[in-house]
Nanobody, 126 residues
Framework: QVHLKEAGGGSVQDGGSLTLSCTASGDTYRSTCMGWFRQAPGKEREPVVKVYTPSGRIEYADSVKDRFLVSQDRGRNTIDLQMSNLLPEDTATYYC???????????????????WGQGTQVTVSS
């Protein structure tokens, strides 16, 4: 079983920056996929970035490309998300997640991700 704990988040102005951190513990060797997802009120949870940890292959959602940067430290079992040029539409609860990869990819549906953090709130005001 994998346990995930997020840190960071908060409130910023439009155009501001925040960094989220996620620390994994437990059976982390099974988690060949790690990622960040977000859920805004009244909307479905959506992927922000997915990382295939054995190779470091990264997939960003189009909405955050060139603004968000993910980094992983396999020795410390952490995955951080640096968010810059934040927009009001980035307001959401952000979740760290982990799962076993399907093939050598992490493009499976959100519902198939098996481990989730408790979530951390990001609020961007205009």
């Amino acid at each position: 079983q994998v346990h995930l704990k997020e840190a960071g988040g908060g409130s910023v102005q439009d155009g501001g920056s925040l960094t989220l951190s996620c620390t994994a513990s437990g059976d982390t060797y099974r988690s060949t996929c790690m990622g960040w997802f977000r859920q805004a009120p009244g909307k479905e949870r959506e992927p922000v970035v997915k990382v295939y940890t054995p190779s470091g292959r990264i997939e960003y959602a189009d909405s955050v490309k060139d603004r968000f940067l993910v980094s992983q430290d396999r020795g410390r079992n952490t995955i951080d998300l640096q968010m810059s040029n934040l927009l009001p539409e980035d307001t959401a609860t952000y979740y760290c997640a982990a799962s076993v990869s399907i093939g050598a990819k992490c493009d499976h549906e959100t519902s198939l991700w098996t481990a989730w953090g408790q979530g951390t709130q990001v609020t961007v005001s205009s």
